[in-house]
């Protein structure tokens, strides 16, 4: 079986680098003889939402350090060519993500309000895509450790969703899981829960039980619960999450990383330390394999964190899981 899902993230690796490979043709290239194609490709760089598409397949597999360089190039681009707002808004948006993703939150920040400020003009100050940039932005600020801020950037996002969709709307469920772990990063467990069980309802639902969104949230809310010290309840959520990443991901990829540091700490909490040690290790060496230096930094932190715990206490304070996979 782990042979079977190492294919197919090679398989998908493959696809992606095929994709991207593609997309370079098709913004250079015509249908015409071969030398034809090449002296096309030679005049005519990438456009920006090319480039900004091209990013976004990097972007999915959480290669942020190979989608930055393109979506930077896409947003110089679409400055100096003077495209429209919109598409200006949406390389700007796309580069705070990617920013985020490094924990270069200063960029991020900065980036994404010009987004925001570009989106508000280019549609209306309530319009539902400001509200999914105002969860970026929220991020951000949540990685900051600026609670206050974040929590009024998702109360705005909520406000505009509200305005446009009915409260028990399916769309709802995404914004519901990020409130869901802000609340958990400030300590806010009981309320945490709240959010997280319609959010993990709403999501499972709407997506479907083994989509990989539906595994997020579910890791997610795995970490709340063992903050809470409910640990069957935490396995029962992080084994779930934890097939469906692999099946998608593949078993030693970074992007898994995070569930690996949930199981270690139920296992920590059962009094398993060898398996604990394990899955350690086991995030160590694929987020090394990654590249982050960034990353590897906040992995580290969250190992000594872990092992700092005795299963005494274990659960009797909450611990903020940086995300590892970046």
């Known amino acids: 079986m782990t042979k079977t899902r190492e294919f197919f993230s090679r398989y998908n690796r493959l696809i992606l680098s095929a994709l991207i490979f593609s997309f370079i043709l098709l913004a250079g290239c015509s249908p015409a003889s071969n030398d034809t194609a ?40 679409a400055r100096q060519s003077g495209v429209e707002d919109s598409e200006l808004s949406m390389c700007l948006l796309d580069l705070a993500y990617i920013y985020n993703g490094q924990k270069n939150f200063r960029d991020a920040e900065e980036t994404c309000r010009l987004g925001i400020d570009l989106q508000k003009k280019v549609y209306y100050d309530n319009h539902p895509y400001v509200a999914y940039s105002l969860r970026t932005l929220s991020s951000i600020y949540s990685g900051q450790g600026k609670y206050q801020q974040a929590e009024g950037a998702m109360e705005e996002a909520f406000a505009i969703m509200r305005q446009n969709h009915p409260a028990d709307d399916p769309v709802m469920g995404p914004f519901e899981a990020d409130m869901a772990g802000l609340l958990a990063a400030e300590g806010k467990l009981a309320e945490a ?88 290790e086991k995030a160590r060496t694929a987020v090394q394999k990654s590249g982050s230096f960034a990353a590897l930094v906040s992995l580290e932190k969250n190992i000594e964190t872990i092992r700092t715990y005795q299963p005494a206490v274990f659960g009797s304070a909450p611990v903020k899981l940086a995300d590892s996979s970046t």
């Open 38 to 77: 090449k002296a096309s490709v030679r005049r005519k760089d990438p456009s920006c939402k090319t480039l900004r598409v091209m990013a976004r397949a990097y972007m999915s597999f959480g290669e942020y350090g190979k989608a930055r360089p393109l979506a930077e190039q896409a947003l110089a681009q």
């Open 193 to 280: 829960e709240e959010y997280f069980t319609k959010a993990y309802t709403s999501i499972s639902d709407s997506f479907g039980p083994d989509h990989l969104y539906t595994a997020t949230v579910a890791g997610s809310f795995a970490e709340l619960c063992a903050q809470q010290g409910n640990f069957d309840k935490a396995q029962a959520l992080i084994d779930k999450s934890q097939s469906i990443q692999e099946r998608v991901y593949g078993s030693d990829n970074h992007l898994v990383a995070p569930v690996w540091l949930t199981k270690a700490k139920i296992c920590r909490a059962k009094g398993d330390f060898a398996q604990a040690e394990k899955l350690l």
